[in-house]
Nanobody, 118 residues
Framework: QVQLVESGGGSVQPGGSLRLSCAASGRIFSINVMGWYRQAPGKQRELVAHITSGGSTAYADSVKGRFTVSRDNAKNTVYLQMNSLKPEDTAAYYC????????????WGQGTQVTVSS
């Protein structure tokens, strides 16, 4: 099992910034992907960004140039720096940890709310 503890959500005005953190503990896979998904009311959960244990990143088109995903492998922690936030970024953000092995194992954080409003 992998436990994920998220922090950093909150409320911010349009154009503002927030930084999310997610620390993993427990069964840590040497090859893994850590990332962030979000889900707005009435919408499906979508990938925001992820980063592999080797440092490769991927972003949703809607956040490219505004959000940056990074990680500290020594701390098993992933970060999401969110700049130039828009009202449409409002959602519950969920940390995801995918362990890569003979099969993949997915673990989820409890979610943290991000609200962008004037």
């Amino acid at each position: 099992q992998v436990q994920l503890v998220e922090s950093g959500g909150g409320s911010v005005q349009p154009g503002g910034s927030l930084r999310l953190s997610c620390a993993a503990s427990g069964r840590i896979f040497s090859i893994n992907v850590m990332g962030w998904y979000r889900q707005a009311p009435g919408k499906q959960r979508e990938l925001v960004a992820h980063i592999t244990s080797g440092g490769s990143t991927a972003y949703a088109d809607s956040v490219k140039g505004r959000f940056t995903v990074s990680r500290d492998n020594a701390k098993n922690t992933v970060y999401l720096q969110m700049n130039s936030l828009k009202p449409e970024d409002t959602a519950a953000y969920y940390c995801n940890y995918r362990g890569i092995g003979v099969r993949n194992y997915d673990y989820w954080g409890q979610g943290t709310q991000v609200t962008v409003s004037s």
